[in-house]
């Protein structure tokens, strides 16, 4: 409602004085306030806040006197009544020097002030006043309490008199009444014989008038506390009647709020209990207390000492409590706490030390609540009272606090709003974001995907549709609006502020006129003639109508109250807005869809129908009188409304099931009168016309039936007029913020799936709830509460401790105000389910199941609801956890749900919560079967806790097997670990549950990232070669230690047997690609895992089956024989010439295969536009080759997709050369345009990429081929070799055969296996013939190996020592660049004979790609 802003001010007092203030009373107006100093009385202008003019008193009279202690302001202004400490009462009269000024501004030449624009001095600059004594009055005796009342000021006595004194003619219009005289009593009602004051030494210590009450709050010297009423208009002691409040009897001072016809009560305990007066019996009511609760202020809240001071803000919302031990708390009008400066920043420093608590002597508001004046006590006693050096004025304590306020304080007609508007004193506070960002095309998406489950009903246009939450919810800061300074100059201080349903304008008025603002163009509108601004004052509040805005405002000039309606679009000026003229004063105003609803002076609500109307160049808008109702009889004074809505709310929702347009009517009034909420609904009981004919708005003058009463201490309202049929509950429920007791939800019931409703249901249920914070608007279909709360900052570091005493920094930290929202969706479904409505709630939430937070409320009101039965003293007689428990099963999310909240809640509760929603055992087994494993994990962590090792242990296993099958590494590195603690009995240290994957675990094959290998084949380095591979495959991470250390734990044991047959069951079904993978996730040692299953599980049964298998995993195409091949570059050998030789000039000489995965070389310029001549030229062959009927077109897509991880090098051999830097991608880019290779060849190289797989795959591929050639799994090793197409691998596999002992059975199973692949090739796949042709010789030379061996061998490990001396002889004739074996295999040491043979080969090769195209099937 109100929140403070910024630091407080302090004023300088430009006189000389050694006194100290000690009393501060605004006027009746808020323009001017008066300052008692004990011989001395201030007059100050508010805006600027300057010193008028003071009064010092002759030392003779101030003796006589005594010091000054009260002040009261006549209600026009022009007089002030100050007693004294003697008894007298001053009576000074302020005469107005006309046209007189202290302050003149000074504008610079050519400034539009110049013209002299009506009124603007008197705005500007404070007028020139006089302070003349007019009279003295003797009471002779001690004066407690000034009052004004209307035209006479009423005086209490120490000795237990009341004076009645006239402004005018003070001697002849005096009454003293003797409080002895006034009888007592409970109520009205009672007898009146007997007064229940027998005391003689009784008198008023404090006294408010409250004038929609017609009486007095009065507090007595002993503590009680009372109304004093005058039973008829002559106030005589005869006439008067006092009624008690029995329950306070330590009462120490009051404050009244007229509007919502409240009596407020300090106590000595620290309290303020509010009352109201019953209209029945008259009597007392008690209404709600403001205190503080041990809860939030444990250290302070029962020492705060009595209350001091309390002061209802203008507008009546909030009320301002002081005590006598110092601290300002601020309230809602209904018990709301919003402010107390008693704990936070307030009263500690930043480095922890308590600051004392600010004492307050004398408080007051400003105009329109934004300030409220301090006169600081603490301060009077212990400062010194000399000069400073500089003869500077001296500081003295009165402080100005800045506030800023919610509009609804003011403008009611906000309520159906979904944006949050807060205004200051010069500044406009909005929520909806920047209104340019919501219209770029941008965010478009988003709000569409938003607003399309909103069903638009037949009204819902556009403008009547919700904002996205990303805009009302988007961050906590607020879009600040600085209100125009020529507007605010004149017309200050903002009174009503109003923003429209989509958030993009806003407009305010001040004491004259209106502006208002775009959020799109960032422009304010003023009106152009000041006249016309200056001559129309605002009395009813503005709204927002589509593009125009409505308002109703008094015509200075004609003396006419009026309804005026302005078009946004057009310039501010009354030709061209539509002007109607009204019969009374109007107090307020609501717009309800196409109808203005006005209530006005004389207690009647008026309906008009407003109608856009396009004739002319500016669209204007038309009004027409609807219907008059009066309300005369049910409202005692028309100050006390607090707000009026028109709503589609009403009690039979059972016709909106038949008829749901009639949902979108006008159908009731909602009135809030002085915080009981009244509804007056259209009697249908009638005969209804249904002609078609008739007019359209014969039905809306529908009588309205006698008002009921929905609710009490209602402070705010909120209804929308859009219509969802999918959240029909939330849409047309009415929410009531009711302060202190939190909010309340008036909810319609519907009967489920179109039954007739039962007689006994009723069709709505009002439903309380609490939310933390302070609720300035609902977000209806999102169901949130949008609101604000104040935060602070300390600066008190920023100043040295010499200094640090006299600054308000240091004192007091700078206070901010930021939005935030509360979801109540749990609050509601459990007050269902508590009133056994658990049909409803479940039509409920099944209409905000699709809300991203709805599994964080079935979360909250589980948890709530666990926390409160769990942690009861007392046992519970009708538990509602397990009604809530069975509402959360019939959601998808509800083993989430549960395991969420046990680990949110103490150990302690576990079993009461499991005992509700089931065994965890069984719900463990519900996630696995669900697939739901990480869920599976967060139950393991209670089974852990709840049961024995045993249980945890088979569980475990359970899990760790699931999760191995379907690859999820994160969790079985968190699994093994898991285990292992269960096994060595560290369970003090349970695993956490699985969150993202850890930086440390991509190792192995989340293929080197970070790094690239170099792996050669020369004579020197192949040793280091076997080397590298094995620390590569040996485990990185937390993972490695289990392999390290411990290793004959029966417990380690136990998880490297489920390791071992899960690799096994992976080689089995020859899934190498999950293989790599899980080895490189958890460590998992491959190649010695591979040596002892060499034999058994590392076989290669069916080599077809294995490549197709193969083919399929990393996506390798397969080989294709193109059927444009005529005239191929290769046939007369120029691409070797040409592009082979410039290609392996690039190579280093001694490089057997290197594997570049720094992808930072793909990013080069050059390299991309290099890739660029080749990608377009295979777009080209794609769209040739594409007729084949079994093309595999998905293979071709990784190569181009620019989110591949893949560096430049994917489709090209400049991939193997990890030698190459920018100087030889320079070298390839400028030979490569020397090279004259016509669209046949470029056709030609595109094939050869295009029959690669991705990079990827190519890097996974080789880092298996390593594996399983250090494994001796020369098998596996054929089959990658195949795939690869590079006959270098083929040939170092049957060149280790040939030089060491090798089992003749691996050996006739690779003839066998390399004999059934050929047959496969000729049969189904003859792209493969080409390369087979290729490593003929060496297959010819395996046969004659396997002829050889007579007797089978137990087969050797290879041993890295052994390996070099038997590979070196072959070591030239195995180079190889990664052209798939159709590049030429060239080196310095190769023998002629051998190029010769394979270029022969090669072309071979060609020649078989013009045969025509094939059929390629890939199983």
Not at 168 to 197: E, H, Y
């Amino acid at each position: 409602m109100y929140f403070l802003s910024g630091w407080p001010k302090r004023l300088l007092c430009p006189l000389e004085s050694l006194e100290r203030p000690l009393h501060i009373q605004t006027d009746p107006q808020r323009a001017f306030f008066a300052v008692l100093f004990p011989s001395q009385l201030s007059i100050w202008y508010c805006r600027p806040s300057v010193l008028i003019v003071s009064y010092k008193e002759l030392s003779k009279a101030a003796s006589q006197f005594g010091p000054y202690k009260q002040a009261e302001w006549r209600p026009d202004s022009t007089m002030i009544a100050v007693s004294t400490a003697n008894g007298y009462i001053l009576f000074f009269e302020i005469p107005s020097a006309r046209d007189k000024y202290l302050y003149e501004p000074i504008y610079p030449k050519g400034s539009p002030h110049l013209k002299g624009t009506p009124h603007y001095k008197e705005e500007q600059c404070a007028p020139s006043l006089n302070l003349e004594m007019k009279k003295v009055l003797d009471l002779q005796a001690s004066i407690t309490s000034l009052q004004s009342m209307l035209e006479d000021l009423l005086v209490a006595t120490a000795d237990g008199f009341l004076h009645l004194i006239h402004w005018d003619g003070m001697t002849n219009g005096r009454k003293a009444i003797n409080l002895c005289t006034v009888p007592f009593s409970v109520d009205l009602q009672s007898s009146r014989a007997g007064s229940l004051m027998g005391f003689e030494d009784v008198y008023i210590r404090d006294m408010e008038y409250c004038a929609t009450l017609d009486g007095f709050a009065v507090v007595f010297n002993d503590g009680r506390v009372g109304f004093i009423t005058p039973m008829s208009s002559r106030f005589t002691a005869e006439q008067l009647h006092g009624v008690w409040a029995q329950d306070v009897v330590d009462g120490t001072c009051v404050a009244v709020n007229n509007k919502y016809r409240l009596m407020a009560f300090g106590c000595a305990n620290g309290s303020v209990q509010v009352y109201t007066i019953d209209t029945t019996t008259g009597a007392m009511q008690f209404s709600h207390k403001l205190e503080l609760t041990p809860k939030q202020y444990p250290d302070i809240w029962n020492k705060t000492g009595p209350v001091k001071l309390i002061r209802w803000s203008p507008d009546s919302c909030v009320v301002m409590v002081t005590w006598e031990c110092g601290g300002l708390s601020l309230w809602s009008v209904f018990g709301a706490q919003l402010i107390c400066t008693l704990g936070g920043d307030f009263a500690y420093q930043s480095d922890g030390a308590k600051k004392d608590p600010l004492k307050i002597r004398s408080m007051t508001w400003g105009s329109e609540g934004y300030h409220l004046w301090v006169i600081d006590g603490s301060s009077s006693s212990n400062l010194k009272l000399e000069r400073n050096a500089n003869n500077e004025a001296q500081q003295f304590g009165i402080l100005q606090f800045q506030f800023i306020k919610s509009a609804l304080t003011v403008n009611p007609c906000m309520s159906n709003q979904e944006q949050v508007l807060l205004q200051g004193e010069d500044r406009l506070y909005l929520n909806c974001g920047d209104a340019a960002q919501t219209q770029s095309p941008r965010n478009t998406l988003a709000h569409s995907e938003h607003n399309h489950t909103r069903e638009r009903g037949p009204f819902s246009d556009g403008s009547l549709d919700s904002q996205g939450l990303s805009t009302l919810l988007g961050h906590r800061h607020w879009h600040v609006v600085q209100i125009h300074s020529t507007y605010l100059e004149s017309n200050w201080p903002i009174r009503f502020s109003a923003i429209d349903k989509l958030g993009q304008n806003v407009a305010v008025v001040g004491k004259f006129g209106f502006a208002h603002y775009s959020l799109l163009t960032k422009k304010w509108k003023l009106f152009g003639n000041i006249t016309q601004e200056q001559t129309m004052m605002v009395t009813g509040g503005l709204a927002w109508w589509n593009d125009f805005i409505v308002l109703a405002c008094y015509n200075l000039n004609d003396h006419q109250e009026e309804l005026r309606i302005y078009l946004r679009t057009s310039n501010l000026d009354n030709a061209f807005a539509h002007i109607t003229k009204v019969q009374a004063n109007t107090l307020l105003l609501s717009v309800f869809r196409d109808i203005v609803i006005l209530f006005r002076a004389d207690c009647s609500i008026c309906l008009y129908s407003i109608e856009r109307r396009s004739e002319g160049l500016n669209p204007t808008a038309s009004i027409q009188i609807l219907q008059e109702v009066s309300m005369s009889r049910y409202i005692p004074h028309p100050f006390l409304v607090v707000s009026v809505t028109l709503t589609s709310v009403r009690t039979e929702t059972g016709i909106t099931l038949k008829m749901p347009q009639q949902a979108c009517e006008a159908e009731s009034i909602m009135l809030n009168l002085a915080g009981q909420l009244i509804m007056l609904q259209r009697d249908r009981s009638g005969p209804q016309i249904r002609d078609k004919d008739n007019n359209p708005n014969q039905r809306k003058h529908l009588p309205f039936c006698a008002p009921v009463v929905l609710a009490q201490s209602v402070e705010n309202v909120w209804t929308t007029c859009r219509i969802n049929k999918q959240k029909r509950h939330l849409l047309e429920a009415l929410w009531l913020s009711c302060g202190g007791a939190g909010m309340k939800v008036w909810l319609p019931l519907f009967p489920r799936d179109h039954r007739k409703p039962h007689s006994f249901l009723s069709r709505r249920i009002m439903l309380p709830f609490h939310i933390n914070i302070y609720p300035l608007a609902v977000l209806f279909e999102d169901a949130l509460v949008l609101g604000a709360v104040n935060d602070t900052v300390l600066y008190d570091c920023l100043y040295t401790q010499t200094s640090a005493r006299e600054h308000l920094e240091v004192l007091f930290p700078f206070s901010i105000v930021e939005r935030t929202s509360q979801i109540y969706l749990h609050h509601i479904l459990r007050q269902l389910l508590v009133r056994n409505l658990g049909e409803q709630a479940l039509l409920l939430a099944h209409s905000c199941a699709t809300l991203p937070y709805f599994p964080h409320v079935l979360e909250l009101m589980l948890h709530e609801v666990l926390e409160e039965e769990a942690t009861s003293r007392e046992p519970i007689p009708d538990p509602l956890l397990p009604t809530v428990a069975k509402f959360i099963t019939e959601f998808p999310l509800f083993l989430q749900t549960v395991v969420h909240c046990a680990r949110k809640t103490e150990y302690a509760l576990w079993n009461y919560l499991f005992a509700a929603v089931g065994n965890p055992k069984d719900l463990f087994e519900e996630c696995l079967m669900a697939q739901d494993l990480d869920t599976a994990a967060s139950y393991l962590i209670i089974l852990q806790n709840m049961e024995v090792p045993a249980v945890s242990r088979q569980h475990a296993t359970l899990l760790f097997n699931t999760a191995l099958e379907q690859g999820k590494w994160d969790l079985c590195r968190h699994m093994i670990r898991f285990l292992k603690a269960i096994g060595s009995g560290e369970t003090e240290t349970p695993p956490t549950t699985p969150t993202t994957q850890e930086p440390s675990s991509s190792s192995g094959f989340e293929f080197f990232r970070h790094r690239s290998i170099s792996l050669s084949q020369s004579a020197e380095n192949l040793h280091s070669k076997f080397n590298l591979t094995k620390t590569l495959s040996m485990p990185s991470g937390p993972s490695g230690k289990r392999w390290s250390k411990d290793s004959d734990c029966a417990e380690n044991m136990y998880i490297d047997m489920m390791l071992w047959r899960h690799a096994r069951r992976l080689l089995e079904e020859i899934k190498l690609k999950d293989l790599g993978c899980f080895a490189a996730q958890l460590g998992f040692e491959l190649i010695g895992w591979l040596c002892k299953e060499r034999a058994r599980a590392a076989r290669v049964e069916d080599f077809v089956c294995a490549l197709k298998k193969l083919h399929k995993d990393f996506l390798w195409p397969f080989p294709v024989i193109p059927a444009s091949s005529i005239n191929s570059p290769f046939k007369n050998g120029k691409y070797k010439t040409a592009v082979g030789e410039q290609l392996l000039k690039s190579q280093s000489t001694d490089t057997f295969v290197n594997m570049e995965m720094d992808t930072g070389i793909s990013n080069t310029p050059r390299s991309r536009s290099w890739l660029g001549t080749i990608s377009s030229s295979q777009r080209e062959i794609d769209t040739v080759s594409s007729h084949g009927p079994h093309m595999q077109d998905a293979f071709l897509s990784p190569l181009l997709s620019k989110g591949d991880e893949c560096s430049i090098g994917s489709a090209t051999d400049l991939t193997e050369t990890s030698s190459m830097v920018d100087g030889d991608w320079t070298m390839v880019d400028e030979n490569f345009s020397s090279l004259s290779l016509t669209q046949s060849e470029l056709e030609q190289l595109s094939l050869e990429l295009a029959s690669k797989g991705p990079h990827k795959s190519q890097v996974q591929l080789r880092y298996l081929l390593h594996i399983f050639m250090e494994a001796g799994c020369l098998d596996w090793c054929v089959v990658i070799g195949l795939i690869l197409r590079e006959s270098s691998v083929i040939s170092q596999v049957f060149s280790i055969m040939q030089s060491s002992d090798i089992d003749g059975e691996i050996c006739q199973n690779i003839k066998t296996g390399l004999d059934a692949v050929d047959k496969w090739a000729s049969t189904d796949c003859p792209g493969y013939k080409p390369f087979l042709s290729i490593i003929k010789p060496q297959i010819q030379k395996l046969n004659e190996i396997v002829e050889e061996q007579v007797q089978p061998e137990a087969f050797q490990p290879v041993n890295p020592s052994k390996v070099p001396e038997q590979a070196n002889p072959r070591a030239e004739e195995s180079r190889t660049s990664s052209s798939h074996g159709t590049n030429p295999q060239s080196d310095a040491g190769s023998s002629n004979a051998s190029r010769h043979e394979e270029d022969k080969a090669k072309t071979e090769d060609e020649d078989s790609f013009q045969e025509g195209s094939y059929d390629c099937v890939v199983s």
